[in-house]
């Protein structure tokens, strides 16, 4: 795994070999078939790839076709800026922003590990999808 600063954006990149363990976690084959976990953007976003190797930016909350907006990664292996203050870890709202969540309080804010980045994720999305369709049968 590479992570840094690429430009404004903070991302965190999977090696070939991290990619299969990393779309497990996130469970990504429930929510976009078809595609794979390749690294993060900015803590709220997951990167995505297709089949065809193209390149995705879809929310962690709701992880929806909705979402999925094309996303360029300049080379295979970009030069990202370390930041040791964000290495190891990542930012993540308590209350998700999709469920109203406040992304300016610190009490909404906490730093979480990889691996309870992905078991949040996996929760947060079945908890979207009971609201989803609790609030289509109201």
Known sequence: MVEGWLDDDYLILFEASEVEAASDRYAISRWLPAHRVIGLRGWDDLLVQNHEGQAFSVPSVPLSSEHVAAFSISSPSPRLSPDSRFSGKIKWYV????????????????????????????????????FKVQSIGA
């Not at 610190?106 to 929760?123: F, I, K, M, P, Y």
């Open 95 to 130: 209350k998700p922003l999709a469920l109203g969540g406040d992304p300016t309080s610190d009490a909404n804010t906490t730093w979480v590990s990889h691996e309870q980045h992905g078991q949040l994720v996996v929760w947060w999305n079945e908890q979207y999808a009971v």
